[in-house]
């Protein structure tokens, strides 16, 4: 279980397929605090930690990840939004997020707005995944509160701190994104059948 705030930026190591299997090494200062087994959010795609040395970690990530996420696309030296399991007891500054990437979307808008920015995202509605105006969204692990919101595409707005401090800041028109959608509207989502609630 998650927060979707963003620990550390993490940088891509290497990168080693095996089979069907992506084998991610990441650089991070919070490696000597991992241990194997741990869960760590990638992207906002939670993976278990299968090695540690010192400022480096590995990852697995195996083809069902892959087709449901952006981290195929991954290069070596690209940045990647890293959370750790929340802890119990602890504030919930984000919202519940669970790790689980329910499908992509492409950025279709990413502008400066005199001191925030405002990106907007464009995604399959085949999926019947729903936004709603102010509720909650994860996007590449980010915690965000959605703007705006029509059947397939919603926007977010973006801080100073949260640009800075997550993959944001180099996010542009074109790019595909994890998307997770809030997974209390997913239960009403399924408990009123595929109803639009947009």
């Known amino acids: 279980m998650f927060t979707g705030i963003v620990e550390e930026l993490g940088r891509v190591k290497d990168l080693t397929k ?19 087994d741990q869960s760590v959010a990638h992207n ?18 195996i083809q ?22 929340m802890k119990l ?12 990437v329910d499908q992509v979307a492409e950025c279709i808008l990413a502008q400066e707005k005199d001191g925030s920015w405002e990106y907007r995202f464009k995604y399959d509605p085949a999926l019947n995944n729903v936004t709603i105006e102010k509720g909650s969204i994860t996007i590449n692990g ?17 801080i100073p701190y949260t640009y800075e401090h997550t993959t944001f800041k180099q996010l542009q028109k074109g790019d595909v994104v994890n998307l997770e959608f809030d997974v209390i509207g ?3 989502k399924r408990l009123l059948g595929n ?3 947009s």
Not at 142 to 158: G, K, P, Q, R
């Open 142 to 158: 980010v915690s965000l509160t959605v703007v705006d919101s029509e059947i397939n595409t919603f926007s977010v707005a973006i």
């Open 89 to 100: 007891g602890a504030r919930l500054d984000g919202h519940i997020v669970q790790g689980h």
């Open 186 to 188: 997913k239960y009403v």
């Open 44 to 61: 906002g795609v939670c993976l278990t930690v299968v090695a540690v040395t010192d400022n480096t970690y590995s990852v697995t990530a």
């Open 195 to 197: 109803t639009s609630l």
């Open 18 to 36: 095996d089979g069907d299997n992506l084998h991610i090494f990441i650089e991070a200062h919070m490696s000597s605090e991992l241990k194997i």
């Open 64 to 85: 069902e990840t892959l087709n449901k996420s952006n981290l195929g696309s991954l290069k070596v030296n690209d940045l990647v939004n890293l959370e750790r399991g």
